[in-house]
């Protein structure tokens, strides 16, 4: 039986390393290029599947040999993809990441991830486990899975990327929020400059809401709020090569822990650890820890 179950995104991630951006009307020479699997759904797919946890991803891709190498390439992962749609009508998702010395920029052309319709899920999947999803399929749909995840009381995250403004109408049905700093600067309409501005924010909201909310930080780690006091855990020390997936990474180790019956704030530590692994390869699902890979990590700390 399924114990996470993903909703989302499937892309063919196109990676150019470069020096720089070019500015509008100008043409540089980058470096390399990379094509990898992505896609947030299916990137926190495999993040939560190499913890051995039973999953299911639920997504659409074209037909064409970019949608051809996802599905041959998520076939070596243990992930269920029988609810995974090809649609003759439209390409597959792809994105154009520039991969920067300081960060990368990415630009998502999501083809047949925005046909993935409210109608084409099916109840029968939305029974138990936890609920994974993110905001790169129509927003209509992430809402009917949440509902139907709810209507049988699973548990639900909403990774709120890319941000959406529809965000806040989805929080009736989302036990867990996961945005990133940009997203949760989004969420609460204002522009967060430092620390302890974060800190004011996020008490804020998680006085003004139920769900649970956890902001991740990058190579500052994640915080939230526990008892009107904000916790930080604190990343482990990597060496990064690419930072693409890991809050992917985060979401799906989270989820896989949560469904193992692990307590929140384990859990949080576990996908920290996960999040820190992954970001030593290049590629998003390159470098997704296994169980033991991030058991053997955390006694490091
Ligand atoms: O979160 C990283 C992912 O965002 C990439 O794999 C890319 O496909 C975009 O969806």
Redesign the pocket.
């Known amino acids: 039986m399924t114990k996470v179950l993903t909703l989302g995104?499937?892309?063919?991630?196109m990676v150019m390393t470069t020096k720089q951006m070019p500015t509008v009307g100008e043409t540089i020479l980058g470096e390399t290029i990379d094509y990898?699997?992505?896609?947030?759904?299916?990137?926190q797919a495999v993040a939560a599947s190499r913890i051995g946890v039973p999953t299911k991803l639920i997504g659409k891709i074209g037909m064409d040999t970019f949608g051809e190498k996802i599905k041959q390439h998520l076939g070596n992962e243990t992930i269920d993809l029988a609810g995974v749609i090809c649609d003759d009508t439209v390409f597959t998702?792809?994105?154009s990441?520039f991969k920067l010395p300081q960060d990368n920029a990415?630009v998502?052309l999501p083809g047949a991830n925005s046909l993935l319709t409210a109608q084409e899920l099916s109840a029968k999947d939305f029974q138990e486990g936890v609920l994974l999803t993110?905001l790169?399929i129509p927003i209509e749909t992430v809402l009917q899975g949440l509902q139907l995840a709810k209507k049988n009381q699973m548990q639900t995250i909403l990774n709120p990327?890319?941000y959406h403004r529809s965000v806040p109408t989805l929080l009736p049905w989302v036990d867990i929020i996961t945005p990133n700093e940009t997203e949760f600067a989004d969420m609460v309409g204002k522009k967060i400059q430092t620390a302890s501005e974060l800190e004011t924010e996020m008490l804020n909201w998680v006085r003004e809401h139920q769900t649970q909310l956890i902001v991740t930080r990058g190579a500052e780690g994640v915080s939230y709020v526990e008892k009107h006091q904000l916790i930080t855990v604190r990343a482990p020390k990597a060496t990064v090569v690419d930072t693409?997936?890991?809050?992917?990474t985060f979401n799906g180790v989270l989820a896989a822990k949560l469904a193992q019956g692990m307590a929140f704030a384990e859990a949080v530590e576990w996908a920290t650890t996960g999040a820190s692994l992954a970001v030593e390869k290049l590629g998003?699902?390159t470098g997704m820890p296994s169980d033991t890979q991030i058991r053997e990590k955390m006694k490091e700390k």
């Open positions: 995104s499937l892309n063919m991630d990898f699997l992505g896609g947030k759904g299916a990137n998702g792809v994105a990441i990415i998502v993110q790169e990327a890319p693409t997936g890991a809050g992917d998003a699902q």
